[in-house]
């Protein structure tokens, strides 16, 4: 635990003021010591939503053990009539909720204020689907369509037949592509900062790889080999 923080008479901003660096955060060292997986760029998301949110409002000189709930309610009142997106604002009451599960974890506390707290309802926006025609017009066989490059077409080819997120796809290797049994291994992605880590929730997970897909992948893998790039990763 971080120096300093060691009673119940700390201020929420004393508690919180190395939460989520990630080289100095006591929570994610533990995350780390329990051989779990956070990553830089979560971290460094959530510790802008601190700096513009928790830590420029009055809760954050209140003493930690003296927040109580109607505190809470209170500062997300706050943040409601600031018009920030019912989305954001339970990240930052995430991130609160975080803070007092720690506090409480290390019997700093003997309450914590979050139990009970739900999240704020949030009307998602709809994801849009491409047709079969806006597919193929996408990745025609014959031609890279509206592509620059083979490598462009391939690598969105890719995400659009597999789902794979852009840290898993960046991190993809071509050791994880079996071509001969037609399917891939997701087991690693970039998680920013040239930090490679686990796909998310730790998960390695196999992909089937449809027959257009495997053609393509092999296009741009002897591509690769004739411009002399690395044979080991698809993104260079």
């Known amino acids: 635990m971080n120096k300093g923080i060691t009673t119940n008479k700390d201020t929420l901003r004393n508690f919180c003021k190395d939460l989520y660096i990630y080289e100095k955060c006591f929570h994610v060292q533990r995350l780390l010591n329990e051989g779990k997986s956070i990553g830089r760029n979560h971290c460094r998301n959530r510790r802008l939503l601190i700096e513009k949110y928790i830590f420029t409002d009055p809760i954050v000189d209140k003493k930690i053990a003296n927040i109580n709930?109607?505190?809470?309610?209170?500062f997300r009142d706050r943040l409601s009539s600031k018009k920030i997106g019912e989305n954001t604002?339970?990240?930052?009451?995430?991130?609160?909720?975080?803070?007092?599960?720690?506090?409480?974890?290390?019997?700093?506390?003997h309450r914590n204020p979050t139990f009970l707290i739900g999240n704020l309802k949030y009307q998602q926006?709809?994801?849009?689907?491409?047709t079969i025609e806006e597919i193929k017009k996408l990745?025609?066989?014959?031609?890279?369509?509206?592509?620059?490059?083979?490598?462009?077409?391939?690598l969105f080819f890719l995400a659009c037949m597999t789902g794979m997120r852009r840290g898993e796809i960046l991190a993809l290797q071509w050791g994880d592509i079996d071509f001969q049994k037609k399917f891939l291994i997701v087991q690693r992605a970039w998680k920013g900062d040239?930090?490679?880590g686990k796909p998310k929730w730790n998960r390695i997970r196999y992909v089937a790889l449809p027959p257009m897909l495997i053609h393509k992948l092999l296009e741009l893998k002897l591509e690769q080999i004739e411009n002399n790039y690395s044979t080991q990763i698809l993104y260079r």
């Open 194 to 196: 040239n930090e490679k």
């Open 69 to 74: 709930r109607g505190d809470l309610l209170d």
């Open 89 to 109: 604002i339970n990240k930052i009451l995430g991130i609160l909720k975080t803070a007092f599960n720690e506090a409480a974890l290390r019997e700093i506390i």
């Open 139 to 154: 990745f025609p066989k014959d031609s890279l369509g509206p592509w620059t490059s083979l490598f462009d077409y391939t």
């Open 125 to 130: 926006k709809e994801i849009g689907v491409f």
